[in-house]
């Protein structure tokens, strides 16, 4: 059974950084296209960035030059930094994992960001 754990969620001030992290157990990070979504309260879920399981990055515009997503095969376990933070970057960070060749998903329980003004 595929688990994806997120961690490194926490409350900052605008303009500081977080880098969550999202460790993938039960099957290998390299066989999945990984992507971070986020859900502020009382709107959809949205993407934010996402890596292919060939290691192609893409990015939301809103997090542009400020975020970075990357990957360690090694330790299984895919990174979001987040760089000059902003308020209206405030919402549950999610992960998830598509197979690349099944297009089965998995997505984790979400870690919640907070960022204050």
């Known amino acids: 059974q595929v688990q994806l754990a997120e961690s490194g969620g926490g409350l900052v001030q605008a303009g500081g950084s977080l880098r969550l992290s999202c460790a993938v157990s039960?099957?290998?990070?390299?066989?999945?296209?990984m992507s971070w979504y986020h859900q502020a309260p009382g709107k959809q879920r949205e993407l934010v960035a996402g890596i292919t399981s060939g290691g192609y990055t893409n990015y939301a515009d809103s997090v542009k030059d400020r975020f970075t997503i990357s990957r360690d095969i090694a330790k299984n376990t895919m990174y979001l930094q987040m760089n000059s933070l902003k308020p209206e970057d405030t919402a549950v960070y999610y992960c998830?994992?598509?197979?690349?060749?099944?297009?089965?998903?998995?997505w984790g329980q979400g870690t919640q960001v907070t960022v204050s003004s």
């Open positions: 039960g099957s290998i990070l390299r066989f999945y296209h």
């Open positions: 998830a994992a598509v197979r690349y060749d099944t297009g089965t998903t998995y």
